[in-house]
């Protein structure tokens, strides 16, 4: 559900940025461990822009894989929740990749 | 075999490649822009904006959050009657529709304003924004957010809240924390609610608090019933500690 509201805060900051002209596509990266759905993120988008001066631009989603720091002994290892368990043991963890939630860049024509 | 047009000729011939390639479709000059923001950017400016406004006050909010009918609004209601820590309390309310939370809250006694988020399935900061100009908290006061019931979204979406605080219920699974661990993570408290109805479910304590601790071992959990009041006590002395000047 709140992809939407994702889907149309990209094609407010997009519109804001072109001045005036066409975005054709549109780079952001989303985090493997943020709540986001690429699949749901895509559909908004499609959603958002038709009809619009949008219509037909591309919405290229990055993924960005997760990453956590052992609070416990400081080595990093791989997660695709955003929680997980260290060879040490450790269970408290800083994430230190994978919530990205951030327009890149774009194309104009 | 000619290597230029790979005709069967063995005898150079002439060839006609000299006409400019064209394409059907000549796209006109394609200009990369840097963005590199936040998506939540402008969520985020609001609710730095909304903890500046209530920290100017000595007042706090917290952000409770729950799937729907893990009883917040009767926890609400019973803190409201019986929490006495010489602060105001204020809720706001946010549901799809109707403004029955706000009502049940005004009956407990205490001022409320009813967001309704339409088919938005949480808060943002606007409308916490929106809900703090109606209500002008006194100074001191505490806020009680109540969040759409929804264990993901409003993970994502900070208010200009000191914590968010979780509600879940015994008549759920304890598995909870591992099926919604983005909103887990992000609780400070974990409030395990209607534990009266214990013994008639299959709840099992000790693997809800394992749960919670391997997705957030940082949060701590307080067992309660708003319909008994055990419990309560726990709960005031924490909104009292954690709710007080920062």
């Not at chain 2, 920290?55 to 803190?79: H, I, Q, Y």
Request: proline share 4%.
């Amino acid at each position: 559900m709140h992809e939407l509201g994702i889907a149309i805060e990209i094609a407010e900051v997009a519109t804001e940025r072109a001045r005036g002209k066409r975005p054709t596509r549109v780079v952001i990266e989303v985090g493997q461990l943020t709540a986001v759905l690429p699949e749901a993120l895509a559909f908004a988008w499609q959603a958002a822009t038709e009809g619009s001066a949008l219509g037909g631009c591309e919405l290229d989603i990055v993924a960005v894989a997760g990453r956590g720091r052992c609070r416990a002994c400081a080595s990093e290892l791989d997660l695709v929740m955003p929680f997980g368990r260290c060879a040490c043991g450790g269970t408290d963890l800083e994430l230190v990749a994978g919530e990205e939630l951030r327009i890149r860049h774009m194309e104009v024509t | 075999m000619c290597a230029t047009c790979g005709c069967s000729t063995d005898n150079d011939h002439a060839h006609r490649h000299e006409r400019p390639f064209q394409p059907a479709y000549v796209p006109a000059e394609l200009k990369q822009v840097s963005i590199e923001r936040d998506l939540l950017a402008r969520n985020d400016v609001i609710a730095g904006r909304n903890r500046a406004w209530l920290t100017a006050r000595d007042a706090t909010a917290f952000n409770m959050v729950s799937s729907p009918g893990a009883g917040k609004t009767t926890l609400l209601e019973r803190t409201i009657r019986e929490l006495a820590n010489g602060r105001e309390l204020l809720v706001i309310e946010g549901d799809q529709a109707t403004s029955r939370d706000a009502e049940r809250i005004r009956a407990a006694g205490a001022r409320a304003y009813q967001v309704n988020t339409g088919t938005g399935c949480h808060l943002d900061a606007q409308m916490v924004a929106t809900a703090l100009a109606a209500l002008e908290p006194a100074r001191g006061a505490l806020v009680l957010v109540e969040n759409v019931g929804n264990l993901v979204c409003p993970a994502l979406f900070d208010l200009g809240e000191r914590a968010k605080v979780l509600l879940a219920s015994v008549t759920e699974g304890d598995d909870k924390p591992l099926k919604y661990p983005h909103m887990f993570r992000a609780a400070e408290l974990v409030l395990l609610s209607k534990i009266d109805l214990a013994p008639y479910v299959p709840f099992d304590r000790g693997r809800f608090a394992a749960a919670v601790a391997e997705v957030n071992p940082r949060a701590r959990i307080l067992q309660l019933s708003a319909l008994t009041g055990e419990g309560m006590p726990a709960w005031y002395g924490w909104l009292t500690d954690r709710g007080g000047a920062s």
